[in-house]
């Protein structure tokens, strides 16, 4: 496989040094790609720099994730308006562990040669002093070389409406020479010769080849993937409750898969190549498939599925999909039993959640009273209005509807403590029997 090649028909290619071609014929190269540990976990916007590595890998050459233990101490002004606050070394050390389990799951790390490794830049920095990396490191470029790039002057002077940015702190200004340095170091220590990111670290990236040139008059390449956004342009990866996560704590896998299902059209169609290792004519059938059926949602149902299972599992991935049958009216009270609480508890998490007491819910004489009385008015406003829609078989608890409006309470409770209520078509309430 062609690397280049690859990723450019992927759409993930947006640029790489000269020269860059020509050392990927040459044989196996060792290239690496940087993730600073500023969470436990890696989100989406991150996935897209994974799956570089993951096709540097299967193009026969070897990756190494470098998780910036040293470098999260600092903080990357690079797409930043602010400085960020900085995390202690317990945090950072917890962020790394967490990061470096999610890595595993993409990379092969026994694969003979090519084999993935992960490195953590604090075990070469922390022994540095700051002399010495003013003396061996600071000394071969210059402020103005700098100042040029463009995550410092955005930074430093005014935006395009007028508006200044808050500065740049010199912690800041040095994370292009630290991170250069890694791949100095990298370069001599790994043999690494290319390094790889997004399209806004090109900066930071081709600072590293110019100090092998400079300090070691050696050779090294830069390569960067686009960033990837929304239709708007909006930084994809973000939901209206901040980042899509990998880690199930931080995003359920139903939330997850949510996400992908509803993409639109166009974004599902661009994505499917990034986030998929789908070969082109397996998507190029997809495409054409979902072009003849759009409202069949092809394209977002293979992308979902795919990394749904890449990231969690196949279990949650079958889990996920139940879920969502429930909210379009298809699933039984057999797959509402079969859902997890936090997935049960993800899945009706934008209805209105309703407490009752388990003696006064054990109380109630008929089901018209649970649907008024008993959950306070906030699914009925009076028994009569429940009698009502019952009457028009509009009322179903956990899936079944109910049939008459004396109907005694004896329902069975999902996960010994919760009804999932259905007034109408599109009303759901949660119901929690404490």
């Excluded at 490191?137 to 040029?148: C, E, F, I, Q, R």
């Amino acid at each position: 496989m062609n690397l280049i090649e690859e990723l450019r028909w992927r759409g993930m290619l947006h640029d790489f040094m000269p020269g860059t071609e020509e050392q990927l014929a040459s044989g196996m190269t060792t290239g690496y790609i940087g993730f600073d540990p500023t969470a436990s976990s890696l989100h989406i916007g991150n996935l897209a720099t994974i799956m570089l590595l993951v096709h540097l890998q299967r193009a026969g050459h070897k990756p190494i994730a470098l998780v910036g233990g040293a470098t999260g101490m600092i903080g990357d002004p690079s797409g930043k308006s602010a400085e960020r606050n900085l995390l202690d070394e317990a945090t950072l050390q917890a962020n790394q562990a967490g990061i470096r389990k999610q890595l595993e799951k993409f990379l092969d790390f026994n694969s003979g040669e090519n084999s993935a490794e992960i490195v953590n830049n604090y075990d070469w920095f922390k022994e540095f002093s700051f002399l010495g990396f003013l003396r061996e490191v600071g000394k071969h470029l210059t402020v103005n070389y700098m100042m040029a790039k463009d995550s410092v002057k955005k930074r430093i002077s005014a935006d395009e409406e007028g508006n200044r940015a808050e500065g740049l702190s010199y912690t800041e200004f040095t994370y292009q020479l630290i991170q250069g340095y890694d791949f100095y170091h990298l370069y001599k220590n790994k043999n690494v010769r290319l390094q790889m990111g997004a399209s806004d670290q090109w900066g930071n990236i081709t600072t590293g080849t110019e100090l092998i040139r400079r300090i070691d008059d050696g050779k090294a390449f830069a390569l960067v993937g686009k960033l990837v956004t929304k239709a708007d342009g909006t930084k994809f990866g973000k939901s209206e409750g901040g980042n899509v996560w990998l880690d199930p704590s931080f995003t359920s896998p139903y939330k997850f898969y949510q996400f992908w299902l509803n993409l639109s059209d166009e974004e599902a169609e661009k994505l499917i190549k990034v986030y998929t290792l789908l070969p082109q004519d397996d998507i190029e059938r997809l495409t054409e498939e979902h072009k003849q059926a759009p409202h069949l949602r092809i394209l977002q149902k293979a992308l979902a599925k795919d990394v749904t299972i890449r990231v969690h599992s196949e279990e949650d991935y079958k889990s996920a999909v139940d879920a969502s049958e429930i909210l379009f009216g298809k699933g039984d009270l057999e797959t509402l039993k079969g859902l997890k609480e936090d997935v049960l508890l993800s899945v009706f998490e934008g209805v209105p959640h309703i407490e009752v007491n388990r003696s006064t819910y054990e109380g109630a004489a008929t089901v018209s009273d649970l649907l008024s009385e008993v959950t306070g008015g906030q699914i009925f406003d009076s028994k009569g209005e429940a009698k009502r829609m019952i009457k028009n078989g509009g009322v179903s608890i956990n899936r079944q509807k109910i049939q008459g409006t004396e109907e005694p309470v004896n329902y069975e409770l999902l996960q010994e403590k919760y009804l999932v209520v259905q007034k109408g078509k599109k009303n759901y309430y949660l119901v929690s029997i404490k």
